[in-house]
């Protein structure tokens, strides 16, 4: 494969990936792109390994989200990761605006090209204020 073609397979991947995960349903995307083994570093939050913790970290997040959507802005590709910036669009569940929250984030997936699954996603992004707004939205306040 050219350096191009790797790079127009690794957005095709990126997209999928984004399409299963933008619809909040853990059980039907970590099994599809994580290895068995993978590590999930989110955030400020410690490193998470495996399938089973992974989807219990995301089944904790998901159910105070209405939406969560991705727009991929860049994308590198190195022989055994994918750098990504991506824009996302966060709704907090039970939000009578339903404001958009807008958050900038940079992930590293640990995938080769061709590869089905990565084995460590690396997050990084500020998810402040998308928890400030969900404390608000359960506080009342809005």
Known sequence: ???????A???AWLEDFHRHMDALDSNLAIPKF???DCVLTFAANPAITGKADIINFFDSQFPHLESMKHTIKHV????DRIYQEADIRYVAKGDPERK???????A???????DEKMS???????PTALRE???AVAAGSI
């Not at 494969?1 to 790079?7: G, R």
């Not at 590293?108 to 061709?114: C, T, Y």
């Open 1 to 7: 494969m050219t350096t191009q073609e790797h790079h």
């Open 9 to 11: 397979e690794a957005i």
């Open 34 to 36: 994580y290895t068995d």
């Open 76 to 79: 590198d590709v190195l022989p």
């Open 100 to 106: 958009e929250i807008s958050i900038t984030g940079m």
């Open 108 to 114: 590293v997936f640990g995938r080769k090209p061709g």
């Open 120 to 126: 460590f996603f690396t997050v990084y992004l500020d």
């Open 133 to 135: 707004r969900i404390m």
